[in-house]
């Protein structure tokens, strides 16, 4: 289940699951930080050709599309969003992985060790 704001999800099109917005939160609250986004970048790198940076950040730059999840604002830069428009953020607790996903339709192929993706 995501928690989004319908109109504001179409300005970069990527969802933050529920789980994922809440362990954002529980993050953000962890640190007492309420200044912090989470951002979702695409940079060149890794043996597929492009990588994800997922992190919290305090900058606004020029052209960021925000969207708020669940208290958390998903920040998205504009040179980014073409290649994650209609990706899903979740986050999963088992016991073979914990960490955050990233389900994005726009990746053709990933690396052995799924760090990137073309």
């Not at 989470?38 to 960021?64: M, N």
């Not at 990233?102 to 990137?116: E, L």
Request: hydrophobic share 40%; net charge negative; aromatic share 6%.
């Amino acid at each position: 289940m995501t928690v989004q704001n319908e109109t504001a999800t179409a300005i970069h099109g990527v969802t933050l699951t529920e789980a994922a917005a809440g362990k954002a939160k529980a993050l953000l609250d962890q640190e007492g930080r309420d200044d912090l986004a989470l951002r979702i970048a695409v940079q060149p790198g890794g043996c597929a050709g492009l990588r994800y940076q997922l992190f919290f950040d305090d900058r606004a730059l020029d052209g960021d599309l925000v969207v708020g999840f669940g208290g958390v604002n998903l920040v998205v830069d504009r040179m980014s969003a073409p290649y994650v428009q209609g990706a899903a953020i979740d986050f999963v607790d088992t016991i073979e992985k914990q960490g955050f996903t990233i389900d994005n339709p726009n990746a053709t192929g990933s690396c052995a060790c799924g760090d990137s993706f073309n």
